[in-house]
């Protein structure tokens, strides 16, 4: 079962946040999260987050084994750009674009084995034995 995780709209360009997704693609959430942990790039902290947040929907909402969970997909698109423009010599105005990312997560593993409950026992069959 693939459980997934998105961050929209993140202020960081798609280009470098890509550069970051590219480094844990197609490994485990564990060593992920090591490896984001060591890279000194702005958008390890984002990533990592998202992946975090993958693996919580996965154990909580899911029902998955923690220990088991893998990354099968992330992605880093293109969000909306803020247009703004710079002031220049001679009156000129210079145009740029502030661009933003959407992150995807989807991470797989095992099911956890349900644990069955336990018997209830009733006060009356115990006053009786």
């Known amino acids: 079962m693939s459980v997934q995780a998105v961050a929209k709209g993140v202020r ?11 480094l844990v693609r197609n490994r485990t959430v564990e060593d992920a999260l090591v490896i984001l942990e060591n890279t000194p790039r702005r958008a390890s902290d984002v990533v990592a987050r998202v992946i975090k947040s993958a693996k919580a929907n996965a154990e909580h909402n899911h029902n998955l084994k923690p220990g088991t969970l893998k990354i099968t997909e992330i992605t880093v698109t293109p969000g909306p750009r803020l247009k703004r423009y710079r002031p220049a010599a001679r009156g000129r105005a210079l145009p740029y674009q502030k661009k933003s990312s959407h992150i995807k997560v989807v991470v797989d593993g095992e099911k956890r084995v349900a644990k069955k409950p336990a018997a209830k026992s009733t006060k009356k069959s115990e006053e009786k034995a």
């Open 12 to 22: 960081m360009s798609p280009r470098k946040t890509g550069v970051v997704a590219a």
